[in-house]
């Protein structure tokens, strides 16, 4: 039986999905897609955005080549001012993320590392900043069905660098 937020995540990524990979994994709030290049576990906030602005979106990207192997990446709502610090946090555990324009990454392999293990046990996570009139926001998402996505994203490029998925 599927949950209501599998629903809504279906409805959301499967058409998205469908013209840039294959939907690898879909449940809880997450989804893991074959992009060809790349694999990700990837999440819509809860707070949906309304169609004339951006809906902020989370996941960890993984390449074959190992190149960016479970880097955390967001796409704000809002914009960032330039001097403010944008900060994902996974229940209560910070992570300093560094941002350009109206995205946000991991700082690092370890850092990413890090990200993935506070996924695994933490019921929900939220990246926070202020824009650029210094108000705060906050793009909450549940991390329901998180940990299979990465593991099904991971697994999916490792086969791939394994030369057993072209």
Not at 62 to 72: I, K, N, P, S
Not at 102 to 130: D, F, H, N, Y
Not at 133 to 145: E, Q
């Amino acid at each position: 039986m599927m949950k209501a937020g599998t629903v809504v995540l279906l409805a959301v990524a499967a058409p998205c999905a469908a013209a840039r990979g294959n939907i690898l994994f879909a449940g809880g709030a997450w989804a893991a897609i074959d992009r060809g290049t790349a694999c990700e576990a990837i999440s819509r906030s809860q707070r949906v955005a309304p169609k004339d602005k951006i809906q902020a979106v989370a996941g960890l990207i993984f390449t074959a080549d190992h190149g960016r192997w479970g880097e955390f990446h967001a796409r704000l709502s809002r914009t960032p001012r330039g001097d403010a610090s944008v900060m994902l946090k996974i229940g209560e555990q910070p992570f300093l993320l560094t941002t350009r324009a109206g995205w946000a990454w991991s700082r690092g392999p370890m850092q990413a590392e890090a990200i993935i293990a506070a996924m695994r046990t933490a019921p929900t996570m939220r990246v926070e900043s202020r824009d650029a009139a210094g108000v705060r926001f906050s793009d909450p998402y549940l991390l329901d069905g998180a940990p299979t996505a990465i593991d099904a994203a991971a697994a999916r490029c490792a086969l791939r660098n394994a030369g057993k998925i072209e």
